[in-house]
């Protein structure tokens, strides 16, 4: 006669597959963020028609650490464009940028070669703030040409972001124009949603290793388990372990950041904590 499984059994089965389930969510919800990770996102593209000069804009790099965004420029037009054709230039012109530890403009002659234009621009942000942290700048760009008094005049410009980023942050860019043809980029960077679950997943693995470690200790000091010396060096990897796991978290945030006050000194303490009740539990156990 056959008979039901044990509640104990059933309650580990059901444990077991909440867990994969839980696992697999997880994955999947990593996987998916990286995935739709590093896009720009723009207010909107606007036309190139007669004398108005798009500014493509290429994100290449951003360092956190120095609040640099670096990124080309290459001003371009449709077909019926008369200062470029994104090749060479129909008469000349230049591109003014600012933000970038000073004004920049970069000119270009009469039936000369286009070339990106590399510049760095100084973003507003703090790394400290870690994986929140989030970078804005204001920067003006804008095409402008030399009339025949001298005097600099902008022509009609839009920016037209590309639609790829720089994998692991969000980057939207948005237009302000200011008037007299002058025109204003926002942007603004932020980590992805892939890279910030990176670091919850790390910063919660983090914190259920000193959890453990206590655990253990307690039971031992309790009397509940024996005292097993070996686990000393268990505990003691754990602990040198912290640093390295912390020293991966993606974007390399300082030493000093919000993540050091909040949870990687507690979980420090935490694992000194049990490695002090073990050893009064291996003291109380006496000579062997």
Do not use: C, H
Not at 55 to 80: C, H, I, W, Y
Not at 191 to 211: H, K, N, Q
Not at 265 to 288: D, I, K, Q, S, T
């Amino acid at each position: 006669m056959s008979s039901s499984p044990a509640p104990s059994r059933r309650r580990t089965v059901l444990w077991s597959v909440v867990s994969v389930v839980i696992f697999a969510a997880l994955y999947a919800t990593v996987v998916g963020l990286y995935a739709g990770s590093g896009d720009v996102v723009t207010s909107g593209e606007g036309e190139t028609t007669g004398d108005t000069v798009a500014l493509a804009l290429t994100p290449e790099k951003m360092d956190a650490t120095t609040n640099r965004f670096s990124m080309s420029v290459v001003p371009t037009q449709g077909d019926d464009g008369t200062v470029t054709n994104g090749l060479v230039a129909l008469r000349s012109f230049g591109v003014l940028i600012s933000a970038v530890a000073g004004s920049k403009a970069t000119p270009f002659e009469d039936g000369g070669v286009i070339a990106p234009i590399e510049t760095s621009l100084v973003m507003d942000g703090e790394i400290e703030n870690w994986p929140f942290d989030r970078y804005t700048v204001r920067t003006v760009m804008t095409a402008i040409e030399e009339e025949a008094d001298g005097e600099s005049v902008p022509l009609p410009t839009t920016v037209q972001p590309a639609k790829r980023g720089i994998p692991g942050w969000d980057i939207a860019v948005a237009e302000t124009p200011l008037g007299g043809g002058i025109l204003a980029v926002d942007i603004t960077v932020t980590r992805s949603g892939s890279t910030i679950a990176f670091g919850i997943v790390l910063l919660t693995l983090m914190v259920i290793i000193p959890i453990l470690v206590v655990t253990v200790a307690v039971i031992v000091l309790r009397g509940k388990r024996k005292v097993e010396v070996t686990a000393l060096g268990w505990m003691g990897a754990m602990l040198f372990a912290t640093i390295p796991l912390r020293n991966f978290l993606p974007g390399s945030p300082p030493i000093g950041s919000w993540i050091d006050y909040l949870i990687v000194l507690w979980v420090l303490a935490a694992l000194v904590a049990g490695l002090v009740l073990f050893v009064v539990a291996w003291v109380r156990r006496g000579p062997a």
